[in-house]
């Protein structure tokens, strides 16, 4: 049995759809972040760097893991599934989780900062960090043009970019012309254990966040940024 340790945002959801994809049983405890549950100590002494999500192996010895990509790759690994065991095969879909691990979460993740969270509209860097999400847009969607998944087979790497990916219009990036990337965005989409996977801990909003919902969400970010 694993335990999860999550919050409802893309890394938290990498977690949940790679567990969900492989079938595999697990406990949510939610982390509220703007309560700082992410820095106790008892949350740190699972992870020092005090973010989420955490994996709590029970039936290995209660072994810890924090990371997202760290967390894929074991529970990969575990199940003999989602990542391939041959070298080359390993290594493509490595390469793609570390793409999402190296740019599309901190561009995307920087550009929620700037463009939705900093109290001051700073226009060159809500720019520069849109503009950089929206080039590596453009490079998954070129890498999507000969293959239907990122790795030729469905893997980690789709799992782990498309949960941040998804999120685009949160960023202010858009997708407009990226055909190979919508037809991508919408296999994921259909996928049953997607679908369940960005319901934890709690169901997404339909919807982009509107009026005094988005007020509370936004302070809420705010909050968050100064811990």
Not at 80 to 105: A, E, N
Not at 139 to 144: E, I, P
Not at 164 to 184: A, F, I, P
Request: net charge negative.
């Amino acid at each position: 049995m694993i335990d999860l340790y999550t919050t409802g945002t893309p890394n938290g959801h990498k977690a949940s759809v790679t567990l969900e994809e492989l079938a595999l049983p697990y406990d949510v405890h939610p982390i509220n972040l703007s309560k700082g549950d992410q820095k106790t100590p008892e949350f740190l002494a699972m992870n020092p760097n005090g973010r989420i999500p955490v994996i709590v192996d029970r039936d290995n010895d209660n072994f810890v893991v924090f990371e997202t990509g760290a967390i894929m790759i074991y529970l990969a690994e575990l199940t003999g599934k989602l990542l391939p065991t041959d070298q080359k095969g390993r290594s493509r879909v490595i390469q793609w989780l570390m793409f999402q691990m190296g740019g599309i979460g901190p561009m995307m993740g920087q550009a929620n900062v700037f463009y939705r969270y900093f109290p001051e509209k700073i226009q060159p860097a809500i720019e520069r960090y849109q503009n950089e999400s929206r080039r590596l847009l453009e490079v998954l969607d070129t890498a999507l043009r000969d293959r239907e998944w990122l790795a030729d087979d469905y893997s980690i790497a789709d799992i782990a970019n498309w949960c941040w990916v998804r999120t685009y219009r949160w960023s202010g990036v858009s997708r407009e012309g990226l055909e190979n990337l919508d037809r991508w965005l919408d296999q994921m989409k259909a996928r049953p254990a997607c679908q369940k996977g960005i319901r934890v801990p709690e169901p997404p909003p339909k919807k982009l966040i509107e009026g005094d919902d988005e007020k509370n969400f936004v302070k809420g970010a705010q909050s968050i940024l100064q811990t």
